[in-house]
């Protein structure tokens, strides 16, 4: 599974952020597509009103799978934790 530059991906956490806009996936040899476990930079393009993430924000993200029991396949992204980010 491949998500290319541009694609719109569904979040699945808590942070407020509906849909995302896949900018650039992060690494030197990644190419202009991104996998599995793979560190995106993204845009928020929805977001709940109530949620600590706003429409326009930039942010990074990693790609994971949809559960085996789904209908249809999707990309789910999660939200790098501050451990993770090297902050």
Same mark, same amino acid.
């Given at each position: 599974?491949? #998500?290319?530059?541009?694609?719109? =991906?569904?979040?699945?956490?808590?942070?407020g952020?509906?849909?995302?806009?896949?900018?650039?996936?992060?690494?030197?040899?990644?190419? =202009?597509?991104?996998? =599995?476990?793979? #560190?995106?930079?993204?845009?928020?393009?929805?977001?709940?009103?109530?949620?600590?993430?706003?429409?326009?924000? #930039?942010?990074?993200?990693?790609i994971?799978?949809?559960?085996?029991?789904?209908?249809? +396949?999707?990309?789910?992204?999660? +939200? =790098?934790?501050?451990?993770?980010?090297?902050?």
């Amino acid at each position: 599974m491949a #998500v290319m530059m541009r694609s719109m =991906l569904e979040v699945a956490d808590n942070s407020g952020a509906r849909k995302l806009q896949m900018i650039l996936p992060l690494g030197g040899s990644t190419g =202009l597509s991104a996998g =599995l476990g793979d #560190v995106i930079t993204a845009s928020v393009k929805e977001a709940a009103p109530e949620g600590q993430t706003k429409k326009g924000t #930039v942010v990074k993200a990693v790609i994971g799978a949809h559960p085996q029991g789904a209908s249809a +396949p999707r990309r789910h992204l999660h +939200p =790098l934790r501050p451990e993770c980010r090297g902050a």
